[in-house]
Nanobody
């Protein structure tokens, strides 16, 4: 059974940092790009960041460029999202995802259950 399990969410003040982790299991993800989406209350889910299966390429939404960093762990089935200089508008449920194709929502092969990030002003 394939599972993506996120951890590291929580409550932080504006300007603070959090590090999200995603552990994937149930199959090899060596040929999958992995990344993160988020969904704020009352809004559609949006792409945040992704990293290629080699770790050599990264992609970011404009809203998080320069503040968030995505990386893959030594174990190929792990991915991290370092979030710095957090803003209240970053408040959302963050979802780990794995894709064998592109990063449109319809192309995502696997989703995590989500972890809440709340940034207070």
């Amino acid at each position: 059974q394939v599972q993506l399990v996120e951890s590291g969410g929580g409550l932080v003040q504006a300007g603070g940092s959090l590090r999200l982790s995603c552990a994937a299991s149930g199959r090899s993800f060596s040929s999958y790009s992995m990344g993160w989406f988020r969904q704020a209350p009352g809004k559609e889910r949006e792409f945040v960041a992704a990293i290629s299966w080699t770790g050599g390429s990264t992609y970011y939404a404009d809203s998080v460029k320069g503040r968030f960093t995505i990386s893959r762990g030594y174990a190929e089935n792990t991915v991290y999202l370092q979030m710095n200089t957090l803003k209240p508008e970053d408040t959302a449920v963050y979802y780990c995802a794995a894709s064998g194709a592109n990063w449109s929502e319809s192309a995502i092969d696997y989703w995590g259950q989500g972890t809440q990030v709340t940034v207070s002003s």
